[in-house]
């Protein structure tokens, strides 16, 4: 088993490394949350449980407010990027923005900070990057949803070091065009299905998608053709063709708004739902959310795409991105973190929970 040292638990930075070089892609998570267990269960405020390839610990300190900081261990299949490997202020190899050096940030914030303004829990999950029923974080607020009650969440995706509240709602779904089949020579006595997705790519080509301002942070939706599938051979008229979208929808719609609107841009094709996952909102007017923006120094963001933060949301609990890494750089083969931030987002947050902390 993979041991962290004490040296490496201290600098957040080495432990992003050390992270970084344990091989974790999702479903091959073991070894890492191993070694997740075994550094937390060194520290002798925290109380720590395993569920699966899940690892939980939170302290007891007797606050009256509880903070959940929460990263998933697992990333995209290697790019023949790792080990890591280190240029001036850069450190490259798969995970690094996405998000181990958010995990890291978490997980040297756990072992070090031994007394704290708020209580404190901490969340390394499995299988972020897969299919939804496979979600570590997913199972958990399923079947131990107390683990995730706090006042406030944050959610260590990859932020370049700045706050991105909330996120948009995603939804896929399948808008069907219909024909009737027939022999290619003679194509006159059929209906070609393909040539009939030409309406539903111009009201994707026309769409105007919405801009929308929500408590200060700007949310850009989408709406896009993402598949196009139709056709049975080379000389067959098509009597089908599917074109599937994906629509990111602020998170001032629900799911079934953003459906109502897929339906009526469709209008007249029949939509099949695919599946759909609900935004969150930004939650900045929690008096707990506002402080921890203070601290950061810089005006929060709305977060363009789909994270865990949705999850508390639908909690009633306040969520908010905050990490090292760079969203731009996810899931490439040059991956790679600015280690300046790693060290940023661990003094802020160390600045916010625990003032008194000298290292």
Known sequence: ?????????????????????????????????????????????????????????????????????????????????????????????????????????????????????????????????????????????????????????????PTRGLVEAGCQGTLRALVRTTGRRAHSARSWQGINAIHAAAEV??????????????????????????????????????????VEVNYRFAPDRDPEAALAHVEEVFAGFPVTLVDVAAGALPGLSAPIAQQFVAVTGRPPQGKLGWTDVARFAALGIPALNFGPGDPELAHRADEYVQIPLIEECAEALRRWLAPAYVP
Not at 224 to 239: F, H, L, Y
Request: charged share 25%; with cysteine; hydrophobic share 45%.
């Open 1 to 157: 088993m993979v041991t962290l040292s004490p040296a490496e638990l201290a600098d957040p930075v080495a432990l992003t490394r050390a992270l970084v070089d344990i091989e974790s892609v999702s479903g091959d998570e073991k070894a890492i949350a191993d070694a997740v267990e075994a550094a937390l269960r060194t520290a002798s405020h925290l109380e720590v449980e395993r569920d699966g390839n899940v690892v939980l610990a939170r302290t007891h300190f007797g606050a009256e407010r509880r903070v959940v900081l929460a990263g998933h261990l697992d990333t995209v299949p290697i790019a023949d990027n790792l080990p890591s490997r280190q240029e001036g202020d850069l450190l490259y190899g798969c995970g690094t923005s996405d998000m181990k050096s958010g995990a890291a940030v978490a997980l040297h914030l756990a072992v070090t900070v031994t007394q704290a303004a708020y209580d404190l829990s901490f969340l390394f999950y499995d299988c972020e990057e897969v299919e939804e029923a496979r979600n570590g974080l997913r199972r958990i607020a399923a079947t131990r949803p107390e683990w995730l009650h706090a006042d406030l969440a944050i959610l260590l995706e």
């Open 201 to 242: 790519l111009e009201r994707l080509r026309a769409y105007q998608a919405r801009q929308v301002t929500i408590d200060g942070c700007l949310y850009r939706e989408g709406l896009n053709a993402v598949r196009i599938s139709g056709g049975v051979a080379g000389n067959v008229i098509p009597d089908e063709c599917v």
